[in-house]
C-alpha cells in the first residue's frame, strides 16, 4: 500500500519525466493539499468560512472603539479606520501563513516518512491556504472602501508587486519556521510571543508619526511594515503618513526591506534545503 502511495506522489509519477510535468503535478498535490486545509480548517465549525471574517472585524472592532475613539488616534485622520482595517488584514494573513506552516512538517511526520513528494510542498500549501483566507478578508475590506466612497484608481495597479512581495516575504519566514521547528521546538512559544509583541511594535494601530523618530526607521526594516505603508498609501487617497521612502530615505528607501524581503526567502530556501534529508527521523 505504501509503495502504491509513494508513486502517486512522486513528483514525476503519472506525467513523465520532463520538467514540465513535474511541475504540473507538484502544482496539482499543492493544490490539493491547500484546499483540503482551507477546508478542514472550518468543517466542524456551526458558522465555518464565516469565521474567516467575523474574526478580523471584531478584532478591528475592539481596536477601532479603544484607541479610535477613546484615544482619539483618529483626530485629524479622516481615513482612520480604512488606515487600521488594511493594517489588520495584512497582519492576520502574515501571522496565520506563518503560525500554520509552524508546525506543518513536524505534523506531517508520518507522511514524510511513508510517501516521497517535494518537502516543500507542505510549509508553501499551508502558507496557500492562509492566502485562501486572505482572499476572503479581501471581501469585508472592499465594502468598507466602498462603504467609505474609496474606489479603484489607476495607482491600484501598484498593489501587485506589493502583494508579491508580501508572498514571497511571508512564505519565506514560514519556510524558515517550519524548518527550525522540526529541530527546536521552542520555536512555536517563541513565535507566538514574538508577533504579541510585534503587533503592538509595528504600526497596525498607530500612525508611524507616532513611534518615537529613532525608532521609525528600525520598524521599516521589517519588510511587512514597508508593506504595509506602501499599500495604505496605495489605497487610501491623500494619506499622510510616513513611508519606507521617508524613513530610509539615506539607506536606500524602500529597496532596503525590498532586499531583506528577498534575501529571507533565498535563506529560507537554503535552510531548508539543508535540513529536509532529517526532516522523516525528526519529525
Known sequence: MASSDQHVLHPGAGVGSTGAGSLTHQLRILRVIAASEFKLKYTDSALGYVWSVIKPLALF???????????????????????????????????DASTLALTSIVARGSLLRRLVFPRLVVPISLTLTAGLTFCVNLIPLAGFLAWNKIGPRLEWFLLLPLALELCVFTLGVSIILATLFVRFRDVGQIWELGTQLAFYASPIILPVGYLPPWFQPIAFLNPFVQIMQDIRAVIIPDVRDITAADSLAGFGGRLTPIAIALATFLFSLYLFKRESPWFAERA
Not at 65 to 84: H, I, N, S, T
Open 61 to 95: 472592532s475592539v481596536l477601532y472603539v479603544v484607541f479610535g475613539r477613546f484615544f482619539k488616534l483618529g483626530v485629524g485622520f479622516e481615513d482612520y479606520p480604512v488606515y487600521l482595517l488594511i493594517g489588520i488584514v495584512l497582519w492576520t494573513f502574515f501571522v
